[in-house]
């Protein structure tokens, strides 16, 4: 089931409101003793959170199906970056940080319990039967919050940020579980920040730009790649590639990111070129271009110093210099307590 985006906290007498977490969607099947962790596109997250098994063994019924979130957590807030790392090849790299950077599920829906399919059911009878079963819940397992009070809700949109989440859900107590529908409401952060465009990735129909790669320059003067702006409509990508041209030409000289083709330098999955964690057979190569040019985004969350998620290009910014761009114009929320967040 998805949600589509707003940027303001909904009111109506129908909706309940949750944190929406920065991770990884999963749906835990459980059969018995056999428990298979489902990953958004219908992969098996088995291998990758094999200290998950146990622990939802010990408190989920012996037949049901929970939709939620895997998360991985560290200095009392959410860490991406780490979740990230845990889709590794390495058999013993993943049991390593298993121990390391342990993951915690978040339930947040039922959709199977015994033989009822509870997938037409209403989610606020839906709600009521995962808060039962929850009862039985401990960490790393956790139901999470909710709350029907909209001042409560704008409460947690202004403060969670600043344990790593990145906005609310809003549902309606009456609807049934529609996959692959967006009856559901994400309630996000809009901000805007301006970019260096360091490189281009072509898109798959080839007409262009599929992507501008960003980046920002930190106090020190070294500019770090901080995500890509996209979703651009086949007309646009003409008009941009007669923009980007001309800034092909001796791009790698001063590149910054000259060395991205090292596989040292992309070790941590942040530089252009990176293996996709999820498929490794995608084409991440990119054309680097002269920095020169400022783009201005809008974006909703950013965690460890880059987007979370693809930015969307407002405008060209030709008055802009790209030393200009700094990382400090990234919204920094206030720090949160996690367990706050769990336990509101």
């Avoid at 990119?286 to 930015?311: C, D, K, M, N």
Wanted: glycine letters at 6%; hydrophobic letters at 40%; aromatic letters at 8%.
């Amino acid at each position: 089931m998805l949600a589509k985006a707003v940027f303001v906290v909904p009111e109506r007498d129908d909706l309940v409101y949750e944190p929406k977490w920065d991770g990884f969607r999963c749906i835990v099947f459980r059969d018995g003793d056999e428990i298979e962790l489902g990953s958004r596109n219908s992969k098996s997250l088995n291998r990758y959170f094999p200290e998950l098994i146990e622990p939802l063994k010990a408190v989920l019924p012996q037949r049901c199906v929970v939709d939620g979130e895997l998360i991985v957590r560290a200095n009392d807030e959410l860490n991406f970056d780490a979740l990230s790392q845990r889709i590794h090849p390495a058999e013993s790299r993943v049991n390593l940080l298993a121990v390391q950077s342990p993951a915690e599920f978040i339930a947040f829906d039922i959709l199977a319990l015994d033989d009822r399919d509870l997938t037409d059911a209403p989610f606020g009878e839906r709600r009521a039967e995962l808060e039962r079963i929850a009862a039985t819940f401990a960490a790393p397992i956790h139901l999470t919050p909710s709350t029907s009070d909209h001042a409560t809700a704008v409460d947690w949109f202004n403060n969670f940020e600043g344990a790593g989440l990145d906005g609310l859900m809003a549902k309606s107590v009456n609807d049934v579980y529609g996959p692959n529908k967006r009856s559901q409401i994400k309630v996000k952060h809009k901000r805007s920040v301006e970019c260096v465009v360091a490189g281009y990735r072509t898109h798959k129909s080839g007409d262009g730009p599929g992507s501008l790669l960003l980046g920002l320059y930190d106090d020190a003067g070294t500019l770090h790649h901080v995500g890509v702006a996209a979703s651009f409509r086949s007309v646009d990508r003409v008009a941009l590639i007669d923009e980007l041209k001309p800034l092909e030409s001796a791009a790698l000289v001063e590149h910054p990111w000259a060395n991205w083709a090292e596989a040292k330098a992309r070790a941590d999955g942040t530089m252009p070129g990176s293996v996709n964690r999820w498929n490794a057979t995608h084409d991440q190569s990119w054309t680097p271009l002269r920095i020169e040019q400022v783009v201005e985004v809008t974006y909703a969350h950013a965690s460890a110093g880059r987007f979370r998620g693809t930015t969307k290009m407002v405008r060209w910014r030709p008055d802009r210099e790209p030393a200009s761009c700094l990382h400090s114009q990234l919204v920094q929320a206030e720090p949160f307590a996690f367990g706050d967040v769990l336990n509101p």
